[in-house]
C-alpha cells in the first residue's frame, strides 16, 4: 500500500510543492532581520523560529526524495518514516513553546524541565540527520555515556540539532565528526568535533553573536544564519552551563558545553518555569 502511494505522480508533485513552499516561507523568515522594525525581540524570535525548522526540515525533505525516487524494504521505509515523525515532532514542539511565548508576552527561554536520557535524544537527532550526513560521505563515531539529566528536553534537542547541523553543514565532503559525551561531579559534559572548513580568528570574536554568521568560505556553506551558536549560548548559560570552541581554518572545530545535571535550581527563579515527571 505504502509503494503505490509514494508511486502516484500527484502525490511527489504534492510533496515538493508542499517542500518548496515551506522553504520559500522559511527564507522569507530568515531574512526578517533586514527589514526595518520597532521592535528587535519580534525580529529575533521570528528569525529563531525559521532557523530551528530549517535543519529538522531538510531532514523531511531528504527522506521524503528518498522514498519517492526508489522502492526500499519495508523495515527501511518504516525508519524513514520515524524519522520523519520525529524531525515533525521536533517542529511541533517549537511552534507550541512559541505560542505560549508569545501568549505571555515574555521573549526570554520558558522551561519545562523533564527527567530524560540525552544520550538517546542525541541518537535519535543522529538518526534524523542520518541522510545529509550520507550525502557527504562523512564518517560518524559516537560515544556517549548512559544516565539521565533533569533539563529541558526541547531546549537540550535545540542546542544538539544546532550543533550537530554544523558539524555536517560546514564539514568537508568525506569528512568525520566525533561525538562524546559524560557526566562529572554535579555536570553533564558533551562534545561534537568536525573537520570541517573551521573558523578564522576575525569570526570566532564573533561567533556567538545574533546575527553573525559562521565564515563561509565555500559556496555550499554560504546559508548560515548567525542564529544557532547564539541560541545554544543563550540556552546553556540560561540553564546554568556553558559552551566553548576551538577551531583552525581548513582543520576543523570543536564544540563544548556543560550544563548542570540538575537544571532545577538554575532556572528556578524563572516565571515560565515547570518540572514535570515523566516516568
Not at 199 to 204: G, L, P, Q, W
Amino acid at each position: 500500500f505504502l509503494h503505490k502511494i509514494i508511486k502516484k505522480k500527484k502525490t511527489k508533485l504534492k510533496l515538493t510543492l508542499t517542500v518548496n513552499i515551506i522553504n520559500s516561507f522559511l527564507k522569507c523568515c530568515a531574512n526578517v532581520h533586514n527589514m526595518e522594525s520597532e521592535s528587535s525581540k519580534l525580529r529575533e524570535h521570528i528569525s529563531h523560529i525559521a532557523h530551528e525548522f530549517k535543519t529538522p526540515l531538510n531532514a523531511v525533505n531528504g527522506f521524503t526524495q528518498l522514498m519517492l525516487e526508489m522502492e526500499y524494504p519495508r523495515d527501511r521505509q518504516i525508519q524513514f518514516l520515524q524519522n520523519i515523525k520525529s524531525a515533525c515532532n521536533h517542529m511541533h514542539e517549537i511552534i507550541k513553546y512559541s505560542l505560549e511565548t508569545a501568549k505571555s508576552q515574555n521573549p526570554d527561554f520558558r522551561f519545562e524541565l523533564t527527567e530524560f536520557s540525552p544520550a538517546k535524544v542525541t541518537e535519535e537527532i543522529f538518526c534524523v540527520l542520518n541522510q545529509k550526513i550520507t550525502e557527504k560521505n562523512l564518517t560518524l563515531n559516537i560515544n556517549l555515556e548512559k544516565g539521565f539529566i533533569v533539563c529541558d528536553k526541547l531546549r537540550f534537542r535545540q542546542v544538539v540539532y544546532n550543533l550537530a547541523g554544523n558539524a555536517y553543514k560546514f564539514n568537508k565532503k568525506g569528512g568525520h565528526i566525533e561525538v562524546k559525551s559524560y557526566f562529572e561531579g554535579e555536570n553533564y559534559f558533551f562534545e561534537i568535533k568536525d573537520t570541517g572548513i573551521g573558523i578564522s580568528e576575525e569570526h570566532k570574536k564573533h561567533i556567538f553573536e545574533l546575527f553573525c554568521p559562521t565564515d563561509n568560505t565555500t559556496p555550499e556553506n554560504k546559508d548560515g544564519s548567525g542564529i544557532g551558536l547564539y541560541t545554544c549560548k543563550k540556552i546553556i548559560e540560561s540553564l546554568g552551563g556553558d559552551i566553548s570552541f576551538e577551531s583552525i581554518v581548513s582543520k576543523g572545530s570543536v564544540f563544548r558545553f556543560f550544563i548542570p545535571v540538575n537544571a532545577k535550581r538554575a532556572v528556578s527563579n524563572s516565571k515560565d518555569y515547570s518540572f514535570t515527571n515523566e516516568s
